[in-house]
């Protein structure tokens, strides 16, 4: 007798493929970020944070990963997206142990509403506060930010530039598990510092998942952040730098411009 053979699943690679997955490939590490938070945070502070909140957290990616780090960590993860926030249950924590799910809360809300409870950390990754076009809404965001801290709290953000980052450009980068990520700049006005972005995922197979992801973004400058934060009420605003020949981020105020660069903005409370 032969086997009974599978019948084959239909559609394209990209038609069955899921966004959130290829974005945790692509994208995300959580490990590296939090060991960085964690070495600013001791070198500011003497201790290690324990308490965490993920401003715009998606998935709750990073939110899950901080705690699964140490029984002692807790963190909160808020999105406006229920729909993003529901996957996260479901792929994300559903699959941690009780210990872990019962010490990650997803809030659905903006941002700006949730400034409890305080914490010790901060955190608005991958470039997520750009949707904040106005200086005083981004001074706004920040200030609700500075709330949310302890009193010997840290606030992190990343932020990106460079000369191709205001030109038209597509960058194709292979991934590991077969598919390769394309990062998009559409379009970039100068006069507004508004640039748009998308993320697409093309296939061995030859589909793509075009627009996977879309950002309408305000493309803030080093010092407008570092002032916003001051404004906000921060004491006072660190630049860490991501030196492409070495391995960790140092602490800067001068670099040369390049093609492209990768900062991490940290503001002390």
Known sequence: ?????????????????????????????????????????????????????????????????????????????????????????????????????????????????????????VGAFNFSYLVFKKRTELVAYFKKAHASLNRDGLFYCDLFGGTDAIVPIVEPRR???????????????????????HIHFQFRDGSELRKAFTYDWRLWTIPEVRECLLEAGFKDTQVWWDPVDEEDYRVTEKEANQLGWLVYIVGVK
């Open 175 to 197: 991934c590991r598990t077969g598919f390769t990520y394309v990062w998009e700049h559409e379009s970039y006005n100068p006069i507004t510092n508004e640039i748009l972005c």
């Open 1 to 121: 007798m032969t086997k009974k053979q599978r019948p084959s699943k239909s559609g394209t690679l990209a038609s069955r493929a899921d966004r959130h997955v290829l974005y945790q490939i692509a994208v995300q590490d959580p490990e590296p970020e939090i060991n960085f938070v964690q070495r600013v945070f001791k070198r500011a502070r003497g201790r290690a944070a324990v308490s965490f909140k993920e401003d715009f957290c998606a998935t709750a990616h990073l939110a899950t990963a901080w705690v699964k780090g140490h029984r002692a960590r807790t963190a909160v993860g808020v999105d406006l997206d229920e729909e993003v926030l529901a996957w996260g249950r479901e792929h994300v924590l559903a699959v941690e142990s009780p210990n872990v799910r019962e010490r990650v809360s997803l809030v659905q809300a903006n941002v700006l509403d949730v400034v409890s409870p305080k914490v010790d950390v």
